[in-house]
């Protein structure tokens, strides 16, 4: 035959064989009919007929899965098994061979690609490129380590650095803890504190530790913490409301006493520093940083006096009342007192300035209150801080500055007159109280036993809120810090018609 003749009945058999409809799926390996029908269960469309015993690790669904490419119409090439004549069946084993030996080519080139990915991921992880064996437990790395250099406690000016400052002061700051009850059986936690380490007596027999008055006056018993957790029963010596400022003693000797230094002498601008037990002794030994933010700042006490204090930007919180505040040398300048806690406000702490807290401790120590100091024995508040009372003021020309009482104390001159508890005083010796401060500052100056004349306004709510006006003449008595001060009269009570006395009601 020749070779035209074998060309023509090639392309006349393949040409039968593509317009032939398949009855069953041809075998895409040999060519030979495929044994599977449509009825049998064990092949379906999903299952991708691989024929050489290879699949796609890229793709899952045909016409990938068998190494064929789709046409240009997107369809898959695909043979049909029909019954053939012994010439297409020689041409289709050449064609069987010719194609498995490009299977052959095919699998050795995805081979070879196997075996360089793989000759690269071990490169990968080798050093410079060579393959390294596995090392051993003793010659794997491990992680170190460094020791921090020691922080210094001193510039290279000879000052001490925070951390000098924190070394300096941590062993005399103690927490300062308050219970309700006076035994030590079913002792109920009523508060807790920050203290200062002042010094012992000169027998050795008490360590003296000052506080805020305002942390131990409502205390039957009183423990102190040592930095150490250490505690020791303490004894109240004395407090002054006035400057907020008690003093504790405790049966111990040896312990470091804080240096005070002398607030006299600051600046605004100066880097100052708080240690105390924000939030209780858990968190004892508290440390934080500010500045002086102004000096003398007055500060109206508990009980309507004023307070000349340092105003600073540490952060103190509940707790920190008592505690140190420090300047750059670590010494005590201030006592923390108070802060404006309000979300308006943030970094606006209170201390009381170490010159005074030494005038007022020496006193406490000696006497057991601040002796020669007088007083008029109430609590007040300014009629311009309640609207009311404000409205009053304005609607009858009344002075600026007249204050409002709030409660009068036992030992006080005005305890059994007719003065009553909302009365408001307008005057003194005569002269109008143009300013809240005017009489507070006044009783600052006096002595014990000074005499006052107060003109005292009445609201009769009875009679169209007329007002009525009297003198009454006091003499000043000693203050003896808290003796008295939480005890009101109530011979004289007096209902307010206008809420709750404080300031802002």
Do not use: W
């Not at 437990?137 to 992680?143: C, F, I, N, R, T």
């Not at 600026?400 to 007159?417: F, K, R, W, Y």
């Amino acid at each position: 035959m020749s070779e035209e003749t074998n060309k023509q009945e090639y392309f006349e058999n393949t040409t039968d064989a593509a317009q032939t409809p398949p009855e069953t799926a041809g075998d895409t390996a040999s060519g030979e009919a495929n044994v599977h029908t449509a009825s049998d269960t064990s092949y379906s469309a999903s299952q991708p007929n691989t024929g050489y015993g290879y699949s796609n690790p890229y793709t899952a669904q045909p016409p990938y899965s068998n190494g064929y490419t789709p046409n240009a119409n997107g369809a898959q090439y695909a043979y049909y098994g029909t019954a053939q004549s012994p010439q297409k069946k020689q041409m289709d084993k050449n064609a069987s061979k010719h194609k498995n030996k490009g299977l052959k080519i095919f699998f050795g080139v995805v081979a070879a690609c196997l075996v360089v990915a793989i000759v690269a991921m071990v490169v990968s992880v080798t050093s410079g490129g060579k393959i390294a064996k596995q090392p051993s437990s003793e010659e794997l790395p491990s992680a170190v380590l460094q020791d921090t250099p020691t922080a210094a406690l001193t510039d290279a000016n000879g000052e001490l650095t925070a951390k000098g400052v924190y070394e300096k002061v941590q062993e005399s700051s103690v927490g300062i803890l308050v219970y309700a009850n006076s035994g030590f059986n079913n002792q109920a936690l009523a508060g807790e504190g920050s203290g200062v380490i002042v010094g012992e007596d000169a027998t050795g027999t008490y360590t003296y530790i000052v506080t805020c008055a305002h942390v131990i006056e409502d205390g039957k018993t009183v423990k102190v913490q040592m930095h150490d957790e250490t505690q020791y029963d303490a004894d109240i010596v004395g407090s002054d409301s006035r400057t907020d400022i008690g003093v504790l003693r405790i049966r111990a000797n040896g312990l470091k006493a804080a240096q005070l230094g002398n607030s006299d002498s600051l600046s605004v601008g100066e880097t100052v520093y708080a240690i105390g037990n924000p939030g209780g002794v858990a968190f004892a030994g508290s440390f934080t940083n500010g500045m002086v933010s102004a000096i003398s700042r007055p500060v109206d006490s508990q009980i309507g006096y004023e307070m000349l204090c340092i105003q600073h930007t540490a952060a103190i919180n509940p707790g920190n009342s008592g505690g140190a505040l420090v300047n750059a040398y670590g010494q005590v300048i201030g006592i923390n007192s108070s802060k404006i806690a309000s979300t308006e406000y943030e970094g606006m702490g209170f201390a009381v300035p170490s010159v005074t807290v030494k005038e007022v401790f020496d006193e406490i120590v000696k006497n057991g209150y601040v002796t020669n100091r007088a007083k008029l024995g109430i609590n007040y508040f300014p009629a311009s801080s309640n609207q009311m009372y404000s409205m009053i003021v304005g609607a009858n020309q009344l002075p600026a500055g007249t204050i409002v009482i709030q409660s009068v104390t036992t030992d006080s001159p005005l305890a059994g007159t007719e003065v009553q508890q909302g009365d408001m005083i307008v005057k003194v010796n005569g002269e109008p109280l143009d300013s809240s401060d005017t009489l507070p500052d006044l009783i600052e100056d006096a002595k014990v036993g000074d005499e006052l004349t107060l003109t005292i306004c009445r609201v009769d709510t009875k009679n169209n809120y007329s007002l009525s006006q009297f003198d009454v003449t006091v003499r000043l008595v000693e203050d003896r810090g808290n003796a008295a001060i939480a005890e009101s009269t109530t011979q004289n009570s007096y209902y307010n018609p206008f809420g709750a006395y404080g300031y802002g009601d």
